[in-house]
């Protein structure tokens, strides 16, 4: 959490900068990437998605909210059910549990914010046991990465 707190002062220090020193004739570009977390439990912006404190599922973040419909989520699903590796995951049990959008929010040296979703973070269940995470690449409508975490419990009396 700690690190969090420096990575976010770390890059408000360099929008402040930017802004600062900027001037009518800079192309100087600062870039921060926010988390816009949505499943079946909640649907909200988080800068740290995953991480409770900075406004966690009763708050807002420190973005406010964001909606994310129906279209960018299904769209994502079908990216993703496109490859080959997921229809594996799928074949094996797994349910997709979420769509999280990563938003890229840009600031131009004039003050001109530009936000947009490029990729997103589909999560995947298997029982109790298992969990995937699928990087999808919105504008290149390809799977780029795969995270697959699992769980194994031995009970003993």
């Known amino acids: ?9 770390v890059l408000s ?13 800079s192309t100087s570009t600062v ?4 988390c816009a977390c949505s499943d079946q439990y909640y649907n909200e912006t988080r ?7 900075f406004g966690g599922r009763n708050g807002g973040g420190l973005g406010g909210f964001i909606t994310v419909s129906q279209g960018f989520k299904d769209n994502v699903i079908n990216i993703a059910k496109s490859d080959s590796d997921v229809q594996n995951l ?4 797994y349910n997709i549990t979420g769509v999280r959008p990563i938003i890229s ?3 131009e ?3 001109t914010v530009t936000m947009k979703a490029t990729t997103a ?35 003993k009396s």
């Open 90 to 93: 799928l074949a094996e049990g």
């Open 121 to 155: 973070i589909v999560t995947m269940t298997q029982n109790t046991t298992g969990r995937a995470f699928v990087w999808v690449n919105v504008e290149q409508a390809k799977v780029t990465r795969i995270e697959i975490l699992s769980i194994t419990v031995i009970e």
């Open 1 to 9: 959490m700690i690190s969090a707190v420096l990575v976010l002062a």
């Open 31 to 34: 870039t921060n990437t926010t």
């Open 109 to 111: 040296a004039d003050g």
């Open 13 to 25: 220090g360099i929008a402040y900068m930017a802004y600062a020193n900027g001037s009518t004739n």
């Open 47 to 53: 800068p740290f998605c995953g991480r409770r404190g």
């Open 105 to 107: 929010t840009t600031v």
